[in-house]
């Protein structure tokens, strides 16, 4: 099945700068790529996601960048704000027609003022 | 997108003792998904529930100690059953609301659970 690694486990940064976590991947079937947030006491909430007929996607702040060969994929945050504070998860799927996920570890993402 | 809420939002159990935890969406759904995310850890899934039909269990996880109901479009409820420390965890139920290709999954905002 599927396995999905992510790093790194935490992440401090100032306010302003930006922001690089990586996940791999061990399924080429795997076609489907969302990363999440999820704050304290919350569920993960969708920020970006990227399928496999794209390299790169962006959205403001956030971008996610996908490379099928080497099966990687990264979520990259400038700018980045206190509030961005929060643990990032990585997923993969095979989009079958419905939303199967396997998720990464987590990474815990401290922005300090 | 969809709403989802999920009852309790947080409980302490007894050990030996089961809890039901109920999801219900604003909108009909075909699969609804339960997931169990242990403290500090990751997402693992613990079962896909369709409407009408047994739910589909991964690996490491058996309908006996996690029954799941889904009686319709909307509802679904998972039971942690005769439970023990080790099942503290938060529990969230997702959905994936359509079938196109550019539909995501929402999740709930889970319930944690503790078992003393």
């Known amino acids: 099945g599927e396995n999905v690694e992510q790093h790194p486990s935490t992440l401090s940064v100032q306010e302003g700068d930006s922001a690089v976590i990586k996940c791999t991947y061990s399924d080429s079937a795997s076609n489907y790529f969302p990363w999440y947030k999820q704050e304290l006491g919350k569920g993960p909430q969708l920020i970006i996601d990227?399928?496999?007929?794209?390299g790169e996607k962006k959205d403001q702040r956030i971008a996610v960048t996908l490379n099928k060969t080497a099966k990687h994929f990264s979520l990259h945050i400038t700018e980045t704000q206190p509030e961005d504070s929060a643990v990032y998860f990585c997923a993969a799927s095979m989009d079958t027609g419905f939303q199967k996920l396997v998720f990464g570890t987590g990474t815990r993402l401290l922005v300090s003022p | 997108s969809a709403v989802i809420s999920q009852k309790p939002s947080r409980d302490i159990c007894q050990r030996g003792t089961s809890l039901t935890i109920q999801c219900q969406v604003d909108?009909?759904?075909?699969?609804m998904f339960w997931y169990r995310q242990q403290p500090g850890q990751s997402l693992t899934l613990i079962a896909t529930?369709?409407?009408?039909?047994?739910?589909?269990?991964e690996s490491g996880f058996v309908i006996d100690k996690f029954p799941i109901s889904r009686p319709n479009l909307t509802f679904s409820t998972l039971t942690v059953s005769n439970m023990s420390p080790e099942d503290s965890s938060i529990y969230l139920c997702?959905?994936?609301?359509?079938?196109?290709?550019?539909?995501?999954?929402?999740f709930g905002q889970g319930t944690r659970l503790t078992v003393v």
């Open positions: 997702s959905v994936d609301p359509g079938q196109s290709y550019d539909t995501e999954a929402f």
């Open positions: 909108s009909q759904v075909t699969m």
């Open positions: 990227i399928r496999s007929n794209v």
């Open positions: 529930a369709n409407q009408g039909s047994e739910a589909t269990y």
